[in-house]
């Protein structure tokens, strides 16, 4: 399989192409950085690799542990963490809930030391709210939707990079599809 510098010198190879096409097929350059910066977000910090002690994961430095779950749960290279279909979904699913849940324990956390009360589940999502209006009305609604292209970019390219290396050595890519 190809190294964690391959897969690196990939993603960084493809930052202009990814950035030409963006902007050939939306003619706006916002459009077209948040598709880039996804792409380059989602080969260096947010890949299939997550799904064991890699490059990607150590980048993570000290919130790696918001990853240990998601090493526990998916086998590596599974076709849950590297398939081009379900990957980077699951990923921004997983990784939304595993910030939300941390963001509840630190915010209870604070609460308890102050002597308050913890959010309820209904603060923390007109936080989350909060959030997607503040990017929606400063941004554009487009935000997200780009920002999720990148990052399935970027898993797609480490993705196919694998399935090159694997049908390199043995001649078959089916595990990963």
Do not use: C
């Amino acid at each position: 399989m190809p190294s964690g510098k391959t897969h690196d010198a990939v993603t960084f190879l493809l930052v202009a192409p990814t950035f030409a096409v963006a902007w050939t097929a939306t003619e706006n350059i916002p459009i077209a950085s948040i598709v880039t910066f996804g792409m380059l977000f989602g080969g260096l910090m947010f890949g299939p690799d997550l799904d064991t002690a890699s490059k990607q994961y150590s980048r993570w430095s000290v919130f790696r542990f918001l990853w240990y779950p998601y090493q526990a749960f998916f086998k590596h290279r599974s076709r849950w963490s590297h398939g081009l279909l379900f990957g980077t979904l699951l990923r921004v699913v997983y990784f939304l809930g595993a910030l939300t849940l941390t963001a509840f324990a630190v915010s209870y956390l604070i609460a308890a030391y102050q002597g308050g009360s913890a959010p309820s589940l209904l603060e923390m999502t007109k936080t989350w709210s909060g959030i997607g209006e503040y990017v929606r009305a400063n941004v554009g609604d487009y935000a997200f939707p780009s920002l999720f292209v990148g990052l399935w970019l970027g898993a797609a390219s480490h993705t196919l990079t694998d399935m090159a290396g694997s049908f390199i050595k043995t001649g078959r890519v089916s595990e990963f599809l």
